[in-house]
Nanobody
């Protein structure tokens, strides 16, 4: 399974929490960087959080989610998670998981570098 599969989206009120999951077989064999992107209607796809699957683990976050979102991994289960706390209405978007063989580096927020994308999971935050 090359394409990631996202799950865990839903509808919550502002201040609530959700945890998204990203699954892909053989994650650690073919992937060094996994990034969560989101796209709201009429807006560009933006990088939210990324994680390096090598050792030691390294994570990166967009300023808009720092302190609220946490990206983590479970290599044994080929899973990457996005824990989202203190959700705001502006977090409403379709969330995608993308994987890349190269390390995340400074270009982790550049969507065109990623070849493998999931179908997305919708997150809706109401005020």
């Amino acid at each position: 399974q090359v394409q990631p599969v996202e799950s865990g989206g839903g509808s919550v009120q502002a201040g609530g929490s959700l945890t998204l999951s990203c699954a892909a077989s053989a994650f650690t064999e073919n992937t060094n960087c996994v990034v969560w992107f989101r796209q709201a209607p009429g807006k560009q796809r933006e990088g939210v959080a990324g994680i390096y699957l090598g050792t030691p683990t390294d994570t990166v976050y967009a300023d808009s989610v720092k302190g609220r979102f946490t990206v983590s991994r479970d290599n044994g289960k080929d899973m990457v998670y996005l824990q989202m706390n203190s959700l705001k209405p502006e977090d409403t978007a379709m969330y995608f998981c993308a994987r890349d063989p190269a390390p995340c580096g400074d270009s982790w927020i550049w969507a065109p570098r990623f070849s493998f994308w999931g179908q997305g999971t919708q997150v809706t935050v109401s005020s």
